[in-house]
C-alpha cells in the first residue's frame, strides 16, 4: 500500500478495525502497511479509540509487550441496548404472530440481516469478555442469530442437526428429552466441528422448557468442550420445570392469549445482567492499559 496522509490512514485504519474484531493487531502491522512511524500509529489509534468508544463502537484494547498490539472489541452501551431491545419487544408483541402451542411467527425477524447483526451484536458486546472459541447453535432458526454473534467475536459456528448429512462426515449423536412436548429427540454434530477443551456459547433463538439447550449442553459434554454462557432470543415464561437455569435472554414473552390474541413481550435478563458485564470489561481494559 502506498503512503497516506494521516485522514487516510484513519479511514483504512478504522475499516480494518471493524473488519477484523478480537484481533491482536501489532503495531509493526500498521506501520508497515502504511509506511510510517509507529508513534504516528499510536496516536491514531488513540484518535480512532475516543471515537468509538464516544460513538459506542466499541473499544480499543491497547496489549503492551513484544506480542502485544492493539485490539478492537464491539460494544454496546446500555442507552442503545435498552433501544434496541424495546424496539425488538414492540416487533413481537404484533397479535397475528400467535402460532399454534403458544409459539411466535419469527421468520421476518430472524431474516432482517440488519436486525440480526444488531442482536449479535448484542451478546457479543456481553460475551467479549468470557474467552469464547466457537458459537453452537440448533438448525435452521437459530443461525442467522448465531453467525452474526459468531462474525463480532471473530469465532466460528458450530451447527447442531437433527439429521445426519454425509457432506459432514463422522457424526457425534445424542438423544434428549424435549422440554415441551417431553419427546425423545435426536441432534447431531459433526466430529470436526469442534476441538476438545474449546469455549462454547450457545445460542437459541427461542425457548420454553430449555430442553433443545440442555440437549446442545449435553452434547457439548461428548466433546470434552465448555459451556461459557447460554444466549436466547426469545424465552416465554410460566414452565413449570425450565431445563436451563444460567442464561442471557433478549426479551421474554410473558403472555400469550390465543383466544384474544394477545401478546406481552417484555425486556428478558440481558440488560441487568449487561451492565455489571459492562464493569467487568472495564476493569480489564484498565488492566492491559
Do not use: W
Request: charged share 25%.
Amino acid at each position: 500500500m502506498k503512503k497516506l496522509k494521516r485522514s487516510g490512514r484513519l479511514v483504512d485504519m478504522t475499516n480494518f478495525m471493524l473488519q477484523n474484531p478480537h484481533k491482536l493487531i501489532s503495531l509493526t502491522h500498521f506501520s508497515e502497511r502504511y509506511q510510517s512511524a509507529k508513534s504516528s500509529i499510536s496516536e491514531d489509534l488513540a484518535i480512532i479509540k475516543e471515537i468509538f468508544e464516544t460513538q459506542s463502537i466499541g473499544s480499543l484494547l491497547t496489549i503492551p509487550g513484544a506480542s502485544g498490539g492493539v485490539k478492537f472489541i464491539p460494544m454496546v452501551n446500555k442507552e442503545e441496548a435498552t433501544m434496541k431491545i424495546e424496539e425488538l419487544c414492540e416487533m413481537l408483541a404484533v397479535s397475528d404472530r400467535i402460532l399454534p402451542g403458544g409459539y411466535l411467527y419469527m421468520m421476518d425477524i430472524l431474516g432482517n440481516p440488519k436486525l440480526m447483526h444488531e442482536i449479535g451484536r448484542l451478546f457479543a458486546s456481553f460475551f467479549a469478555t468470557k474467552g469464547i472459541d466457537a458459537v453452537m447453535t440448533v438448525a435452521t432458526k437459530g443461525i442467522p442469530i448465531a453467525y452474526a454473534v459468531g462474525h463480532y467475536l471473530d469465532v466460528p459456528v458450530s451447527i447442531v442437526r437433527r439429521d445426519h448429512r454425509v457432506t459432514e462426515g463422522s457424526m457425534v449423536s445424542i438423544n434428549y428429552v424435549s422440554g415441551s412436548s417431553k419427546r425423545i429427540q435426536t441432534m447431531s454434530l459433526a466430529r470436526r466441528s469442534l476441538e476438545p477443551g474449546a469455549n462454547v456459547l450457545i445460542i437459541d433463538d427461542f425457548m420454553k422448557a430449555g430442553g433443545t439447550v440442555r440437549g446442545m449442553m449435553d452434547l457439548l459434554v461428548e466433546f470434552q468442550a465448555n459451556v461459557i454462557g447460554i444466549g436466547v432470543l426469545v424465552e416465554s415464561e410460566g414452565e413449570e420445570e425450565r431445563l436451563v437455569d444460567n442464561y442471557i435472554s433478549i426479551t421474554r414473552l410473558s403472555k400469550v392469549d390465543v383466544k384474544e390474541k394477545e401478546i406481552s413481550v417484555e425486556p428478558g435478563n440481558f440488560l441487568e445482567e449487561f451492565i455489571l458485564n459492562m464493569e467487568v470489561l472495564q476493569y480489564e481494559n484498565r488492566t492491559y492499559e
